[in-house]
Nanobody, 115 residues
Framework: QVQLVESGGGLVQPGGPLRLSCAAS????????MGWYRQAPGKQREWVAD???????NYADSVKGRFTISRDNAKNTVYLQMNSLEPEDTAVYYC?????????WGQGTQVTVSS
């Protein structure tokens, strides 16, 4: 099993940055893929970005060039650096881990982009 704890959400002005963190309860070397999803009010959860055990990164078109996913293996933590935030980025952001063929989810962290 994998427990995931997100942190770093909050209120930010349009154009501002924010960094989310996702701490895993086990070594992320053992996790095939870790990623971020988000769910805005009244919308379905959508994939944002992911990073494989080999370090390959992938991004949704809506965040490409603005968001960066990275990992710190020593801390068993994955980050999502979000720059040039837009009101449309407002959502609950969830960390996801694919381990043993099963997806695990964190509790989510709220990101609100508003002036």
């Amino acid at each position: 099993q994998v427990q995931l704890v997100e942190s770093g959400g909050g209120l930010v002005q349009p154009g501002g940055p924010l960094r989310l963190s996702c701490a895993a309860s086990r070594s992320i070397f053992t996790i095939n893929v870790m990623g971020w999803y988000r769910q805005a009010p009244g919308k379905q959860r959508e994939w944002v970005a992911d990073i494989t055990r080999a370090g390959t990164t992938n991004y949704a078109d809506s965040v490409k060039g603005r968001f960066t996913i990275s990992r710190d293996n020593a801390k068993n933590t994955v980050y999502l650096q979000m720059n040039s935030l837009e009101p449309e980025d407002t959502a609950v952001y969830y960390c996801n881990a694919l381990y043993g063929g099963y997806p695990y989810w964190g509790q989510g962290t709220q990101v609100t982009v508003s002036s």
